[in-house]
């Protein structure tokens, strides 16, 4: 995965980090997991943002196609409150072996059912509609998912796909898998008539999706 480079120019970045709230212990030491470990996560600024989204549509039950070690879910765990459910996919066992550990440290883990797997066909076993889904699998596996959403997003529901803007990769004269991938998925999600979408220039480009 490429390094993830700011958007906006350094000093507006920082400042939009500096000026947000202190994150509670246990975001702030997977943030410096992440850190240490190069590993990518969506960061506050996106954090923040996923938790307007469920507290704005009044999600209770949320997808996540790929979690890592769940630093997005606890961001939507504390906005749906103890009624909700989260379902993460991971095919990484590490992961979801640290990702139950924040979970039950946050008194989160009861919100959450986390499966080890190959995220769509983990997905295609799940019954019923999301309100949210969230798609941050491996790139070249991203136009799948369009056609999935379609299916499984009940109508108002939101699809949100972090990286479309794939540190300026997108822009490209010879795009490797993943950035065709990104580019193959953007266009199908524009020209779906099931969905309205907007991208945003946050972090790495959060595309938001209505489903119509």
Request: charged share 30%.
């Amino acid at each position: 995965m490429p390094k993830i480079w700011p958007l906006l120019p350094q000093g507006l970045d920082d400042y939009l980090l500096r000026v947000a709230p202190e994150r509670e212990p246990v975001l702030q030491e997977m943030e410096a997991l992440a850190k240490e470990k190069d590993f990518p996560i969506i960061g506050p600024l996106v954090g923040r943002f996923l938790y307007q989204l469920a507290h704005l549509t009044k999600a209770r039950r949320i997808l996540e196609l790929g979690s890592g070690y769940g630093y997005s879910a606890f961001w939507f765990a504390r906005a749906i409150g103890a009624s909700g459910r989260i379902f993460c996919t991971e095919g990484d066992e590490e992961n979801a072996r640290r990702a139950r550990d924040f979970f039950k440290r946050g008194r989160i883990k009861a919100r959450i059912e986390y499966r080890i797997g190959d995220a769509l066909k983990l997905a295609a076993k799940l019954p019923g509609k999301f309100d949210i889904i969230l798609c941050d699998i491996d790139k070249w596996e991203y136009p799948a998912v369009v056609t999935f959403a379609e299916k499984r997003l009940k109508k108002g529901g939101v699809l949100v796909t972090d990286n479309l803007l794939w540190s300026a990769q997108v822009l490209d004269e010879n795009p490797d898998k993943n950035t065709q991938g990104i580019l193959e998925y953007t266009q199908k999600l524009y020209a779906s008539k099931s969905f309205f979408t907007t991208i945003l220039p946050l972090r790495d480009g959060v595309s938001v999706s209505i489903r119509l």
